[in-house]
């Protein structure tokens, strides 16, 4: 009894810590993504002279070679999962985009969501519970308190 007791003890301090390291592993490999993604959007754009219109063939299937980050195949025109997280890519006018990185599933895969724009500055906003409130809000930063987004 008393070792079923210890065991369960430590599988109740032990899970909790392993799901928040997959969640803080989902959020830095999305962190490290869009600044890659970024990254390839800026050599684009030094290229042609303009942000693609559509990523997918324009970064990847039409160039030679691509300006994407490798492995990454995210239909981005269209939400695509990587990771753990669903990457959106909009070309808003030739010199300037969007590009926003949402947990798949909130809380599991990662706590918060990402947006960066042509400016280069990454906002976050936590997600609570299965839902992510709107990164985009200016104010919003990397270094934003937890609940800061509204």
């Known amino acids: 009894m008393i070792v079923v007791a210890i065991i369960a003890l430590l599988a109740a301090i032990a899970i909790p810590n392993v799901l928040r390291g997959r969640t803080t592993a989902g959020e830095s490999s999305a962190v490290g993504t869009v600044h890659s993604l ?6 684009f754009r030094a290229v042609n002279n303009e ?3 559509d990523w ?3 970064m990847y299937t039409d160039a030679e070679p ?3 980050p490798t492995g990454f195949d ?3 025109t269209g939400p695509g999962t990587v990771q753990g997280y669903t990457y959106t890519y909009t070309q808003v006018t030739a010199q ?6 949402t947990p798949a599933n909130p809380g599991t895969t990662g706590s918060r969501a990402f947006f960066v724009d042509a400016s ?3 906002r976050h906003c936590r997600c609570e519970g299965t839902t992510c409130t709107d990164a985009t809000v200016a104010a919003v930063t990397i270094e934003a308190a937890p609940g800061a987004c509204a």
């Open 96 to 101: 300037t985009y969007t590009l926003t990185a």
């Open 120 to 122: 280069g500055r990454v």
């Open 66 to 68: 691509d300006y994407g």
């Open 56 to 58: 997918v063939v324009d």
């Open 38 to 43: 970024v990254a390839g959007l800026e050599m």
């Open 74 to 76: 995210g239909d981005a």
């Open 51 to 53: 942000y693609p219109d």
